[in-house]
């Protein structure tokens, strides 16, 4: 079973006064479009990381069937974030999917082809990190075999699991993906303008 995280906890200062996660992209608004791709997918169990705001971004995610958690102390860094997520994760799980909750161009397939990745790592890779790539850019999700799970939980400050990446190359499973969707995130206006012009 791998669990998906999707990381939905920030205050989205650098969009000003507005929560980017209760934006309207299509038919819903940023974090439900999000979470309906990713449930969609071949994942075993969703889970959401709820901070800033966390009652109206709850409220926007009534009626999928998923976890949600609150992490009280988001303000302090991703990591906080990341680290109540793994908390909840089942032990049973075989690993962790993070996601990063403003990235709407991600459909279910592009989330299904690095699940599809990490199920068929190679017996070389016993405890794999897929990362995907665009043009040899790396980007998000990433999925990590549930072996780091303590590793997960020492991470510290806003970088994210970046440098678990970067400490262990020998398990990374880089996995080309048929399109940019992966690199693009949504952290200001301009940006959101962006994809809703890629997304109509």
């Known amino acids: 079973?791998?669990?998906?995280?999707?990381?939905?906890?920030?205050?989205?200062?650098?969009?000003?006064?507005?929560?980017?996660?209760?934006?309207?992209?299509?038919?819903?608004?940023?974090i439900r479009h999000v979470v309906a791709r990713v449930h969609a997918s071949n994942v075993g169990k969703t889970l959401v990381v709820l901070g800033?705001?966390?009652?109206?971004?709850?409220?926007?995610?009534a009626g999928l069937e998923i976890e949600m958690v609150h992490n009280l102390r988001h303000a302090e860094g991703m990591a906080t974030t990341i680290q109540a997520g793994v908390r909840a994760v089942p032990t049973n799980a075989r690993a962790l999917m993070m996601v990063l909750a403003d990235m709407p161009l991600l459909e279910t397939s592009d989330y299904n082809r690095l699940i599809d990745a990490f199920e068929h790592a190679p017996a070389s890779h016993p405890a794999p990190i897929v990362v995907p790539t665009?043009?040899?850019?790396?980007?998000?999700?990433v999925i990590f075999a549930a072996a780091y799970r303590e590793a997960l939980l020492q991470l510290e400050g806003p970088r994210g699991a970046k440098a678990l990446i970067r400490q262990n190359?020998?398990?990374?499973?880089?996995?080309?993906?048929?399109?940019?969707?992966?690199l693009h995130d949504m952290d200001t206006d301009d940006a959101y303008q962006r994809l809703l012009r890629r997304l109509a």
């Open 134 to 141: 665009f043009e040899n850019t790396t980007g998000n999700p």
């Open 1 to 30: 079973m791998i669990a998906a995280l999707v990381l939905a906890a920030g205050s989205s200062q650098r969009m000003g006064a507005r929560n980017k996660l209760l934006l309207p992209v299509g038919d819903h608004v940023l």
């Open 169 to 182: 190359p020998s398990a990374v499973i880089r996995v080309p993906m048929p399109s940019d969707h992966i």
């Open 52 to 61: 800033h705001e966390h009652h109206a971004v709850k409220m926007a995610l």
